[in-house]
Structure formats: structure tokens, C-alpha cells
């Protein structure tokens, strides 16, 4: 009888032991499941980025909590305006965020008068906070390769830009992180971010 007992016992205790095991493995395979899938959003999807500094004013300020999306420039290409986000020269931690100005295999110059001309032609847009002061690189002429971006920020003198050909210069599809999808703080500013 005594036999038995321990028997049902011992028994019970490896059904237990089993039992902790297989919830260990369970919790294990979980964690695991989030973290890879963490991981797949935040480098093929989206991700969060502070704005910081002054040279996308009006349109972002300091401090504005974006969620820059990734998927759109995977089945299509960048458009004029588009607002995205980019690591500038030298500094692949580091992320700057502009809008399209110019596109690739167009022309691109800024005139005297602080005027944008794309292929010769004035390009028409209310994106600038004021009138350029300074062309910088595109005093004269750039004219975009196969897979280059010009970019400029709407603050356009407070801004280090593709007019600054040794810091950011012209911006290479390759190194687009995304673009900007939508302001989720100040909460005051909530919404999706118009680009065109």
C-alpha cells in the first residue's frame, strides 16, 4: 500500500515538473515570437523618430513624436513633396527629415531671386517658410542621377540640406529609411501628415 502511495506520488510530481517544463517552453517561444516580430516592423514597416530642431517648420516642429512608414516606397517610387526621413553623410545613426524637392534625371537650381527651378522652370510650391537666402550647391545647376533625390527642408534658412553638398548633398533611394506617416504627439497635432 505504502509502495503504491509513493508510486502515485512520484508520478504526480513528474507530471508537474512536465507541466512547469512545458510552460517554460511556452513562455520561451512567445517572447521569442515578439521579439522577432518586433524586429520585422521596426526595420521593414514602420518606426517612431523625434523631430528635432526647427528645419521642417511650419509643417514640423521640435519635438513632434512621428511614425515614419516603410512599406510605400517598397511597390513605388518617392513623389515630389514627400516628406521622409534619411541618415545624412557620414553619420548612418543619425537621421535627417526633408521633403522631396527635386526628382531623379531632373535639373535642379535655385536662382538668385530664391526661386526653386526644376528642369529651367520655376516650381511651383507653398511648402518654403520664407524666400531662399542662400542656393548653397544649388546656385549652379544639379542635375539628378537614376536614383537621386533633391531635398530641402520648409524652414529653407534654417535648414542643412541637399544645398549642402559635404554634409547631406543629393539623397540616394538606397538610403531612404521611409517616410513620414503620421504625428502621434503633441497629442494637439494628432493625425496623418498631408505630403502633396
Do not use: C
Request: aromatic content about 8%.
Amino acid at each position: 500500500m505504502q509502495a503504491n502511495q509513493n508510486k502515485q506520488k512520484g508520478a504526480g510530481e513528474q507530471k508537474e515538473e512536465l507541466d512547469l517544463k512545458k510552460e517554460i517552453m511556452s513562455w520561451i517561444f512567445y517572447i521569442a515570437f515578439v521579439v522577432a516580430l518586433t524586429y520585422l516592423i521596426i526595420h521593414f514597416v514602420g518606426q517612431r523618430t523625434v523631430v528635432d530642431g526647427r528645419s521642417m517648420e511650419n509643417t514640423l516642429h521640435d519635438g513632434d513624436n512621428l511614425i515614419v512608414e516603410k512599406l510605400s516606397y517598397r511597390f513605388g517610387d518617392p513623389k515630389r513633396f514627400d516628406i521622409i526621413v534619411f541618415p545624412p553623410k557620414g553619420s548612418p545613426k543619425d537621421h535627417y527629415i526633408k521633403r522631396i524637392i527635386g526628382l531623379p534625371g531632373e535639373t535642379v537650381q535655385i536662382d538668385a531671386d530664391g526661386n526653386i527651378l526644376i528642369n529651367g522652370e520655376i516650381l511651383e510650391e507653398n511648402y518654403g517658410k520664407e524666400t531662399i537666402q542662400n542656393p548653397g550647391a544649388a546656385a549652379e545647376p544639379i542635375t539628378l542621377g537614376d536614383d537621386e533625390y533633391f531635398v530641402l527642408g520648409d524652414n529653407r534658412n534654417n535648414s542643412r540640406d541637399s544645398r549642402d553638398a559635404e554634409h547631406v548633398g543629393v539623397i540616394k533611394r538606397k538610403d531612404i529609411t521611409g517616410r513620414a506617416w503620421v504625428r502621434i504627439w503633441p497629442l494637439s497635432g494628432w493625425g496623418i501628415l498631408k505630403h502633396q
